[in-house]
């Protein structure tokens, strides 16, 4: 198992929250950074938040202060916290990983739907 698995998925009230993990499926310390993208229905797959090796994080501007994206290396796992969640964040999320020999890889993804 070389991919990430994403977890944590579901329906949610708008307003809501959810914690989605991304288990790296291999040590943390061999992956540069770790991305979390999402693709709503008849859209193209977009940056969500992306975490570094160092710890530096990056957001794209719709989910600043909203969602958290942190590391537990303890654990090879990335969470992506999102609160206050909206009808547009309803999208499937999708975890994906470059590793320090320069390769890609993507989860399965986790569906995210916020309804009400």
């Known amino acids: 198992q070389v991919h990430p698995v994403e977890s944590g998925g579901g329906l949610v009230q708008p307003g809501g929250s959810l914690r989605l993990s991304c288990a790296a499926s291999r040590s943390i310390f061999t992956i540069r950074y770790i991305d979390w993208y999402r693709q709503a229905p008849g859209k193209e797959r977009e940056f969500v938040a992306s975490v570094t090796s160092g710890g530096t994080t990056t957001y794209v501007d719709s989910v600043k202060g909203r969602f958290t994206i942190s590391r537990d290396n303890a654990k090879n796992t990335v969470y992506l916290q999102m609160n206050s969640l909206k009808p547009d964040d309803t999208a499937v999320y999708y975890c994906?990983?470059?590793?320090?020999?320069?390769?890609?890889?993507w989860g399965q993804g986790t569906q995210v739907t916020v309804s009400s």
């Open positions: 994906k990983t470059f590793t320090t020999d320069g390769n890609i890889y």
